[in-house]
C-alpha cells in the first residue's frame, strides 16, 4: 500500500519568504509523485509531477521539488512567496497506473 | 487546453431527493473520469473510476447503487447522488484522464460541485 504524510496542515509565510511544504511518502514500489494546489471552491491544478526521470523537477508558478529516496521526501519550494501562493496544496502517490493517494493537504498563508 | 467542466457548481436539496452532478471534458476526449469526495479541511477521496462504455468501480466502502455514475460517452460522465441525506453533503470533484488511455497520471480536474443536503 502506498501512503502520504504531508507534515504541518498549516504553514504561514510572509510575501517574498522561502516557501516550503513538506510530504513524505510510503511505498513498496517505485513511486511516481505529485503536487496539486486547490484554491477555494475550486478543483485541482497540478503543480508537478516526479515520474522517475529528473530528481528536481520544476513546476509551474515557480515551484519545484526534489525526490530524495534516501529519505522518502518530496518537499515543494518555491524560492519568493506571493500572495497569490496562498491556497491548498496536496502531495499525491501512485506507481504509475493505480488511483492517485492524497495527503491530507497544507493550506499556505502568505502575510503581507 | 485539457479543461473539465463541471454542473452544477453548487446545489441545495431536500433530504431524499436525488441530484445529478455532470462532468465533462471540454476539449479532448476521457475514456476515464474519476469521481472524488473532499469533506472540509480534508483530502480527496476516490469514489469510483469511470469508464466509457462500461461499468464504473467503485472503491471500498463506497455505495454504488447510493452513488450511481454513468460515462455515456467520451467527453461526459455524470454522478447522481440517489436519496440524497444530510451525511451526503460534501464536495464532489471529478476529473479526466487526459491521455487518451486508462492512465492515472494525467488526470485533469474539474471545479468541483458543492452539495448541501437539508
Known amino acids: 500500500a502506498q501512503s502520504v504524510t504531508q507534515l504541518g496542515s498549516h504553514v504561514s509565510v510572509s510575501e517574498g519568504a522561502l516557501v516550503l511544504l513538506r510530504c513524505n511518502y510510503s511505498?513498496?514500489?517505485?513511486?511516481?509523485l505529485f503536487w496539486y494546489v486547490q484554491y477555494p471552491n475550486q478543483g485541482l491544478q497540478l503543480l508537478l509531477k516526479?515520474?522517475?526521470?529528473?530528481?528536481l523537477v520544476k513546476g509551474i508558478n515557480g515551484f519545484e521539488a526534489e525526490f530524495k529516496k534516501s529519505e522518502t521526501s518530496f518537499h515543494l519550494t518555491k524560492p519568493s512567496a506571493h500572495m497569490s501562493d496562498a491556497a491548498e496544496y496536496f502531495c499525491?502517490?501512485?506507481?504509475?497506473?493505480?488511483?492517485?493517494?492524497f495527503g491530507k493537504g497544507t493550506r499556505l498563508s502568505v502575510i503581507a | 487546453g485539457a479543461v473539465v467542466s463541471q454542473h452544477p457548481s453548487w446545489v441545495i436539496c431536500k433530504s431524499g431527493t436525488s441530484v445529478k452532478i455532470e462532468c465533462r471534458s471540454l476539449?479532448?476526449?476521457?475514456?476515464?473520469m474519476f469521481w472524488y469526495r473532499q469533506f472540509p479541511k480534508q483530502s480527496l477521496m476516490l469514489m469510483a473510476t469511470?469508464?466509457?462504455?462500461?461499468?464504473?468501480?467503485?472503491e471500498q466502502g463506497v455505495e454504488k447503487d447510493k452513488f450511481l455514475i454513468n460515462h455515456a460517452s467520451l467527453t461526459l460522465s455524470t454522478l447522481t447522488v440517489t436519496s440524497a441525506h444530510p451525511e451526503d453533503s460534501s464536495f464532489y470533484i471529478c476529473?479526466?484522464?487526459?491521455?487518451?488511455?486508462?492512465?492515472?497520471?494525467?488526470?485533469?480536474f474539474g471545479p468541483g460541485t458543492r452539495l448541501t443536503v437539508l
Open positions: 469511470s469508464n466509457e462504455g462500461s461499468k464504473a468501480t467503485y
Open positions: 476539449d479532448f476526449q476521457a475514456t476515464t
Open positions: 511505498s513498496s514500489v517505485p513511486p511516481y
Open positions: 516526479y515520474t522517475s526521470a529528473a530528481t
Open positions: 499525491a502517490v501512485n506507481s504509475g497506473n493505480t488511483p492517485l493517494v
Open positions: 476529473s479526466a484522464d487526459g491521455s487518451g488511455g486508462a492512465s492515472y497520471n494525467e488526470q485533469f
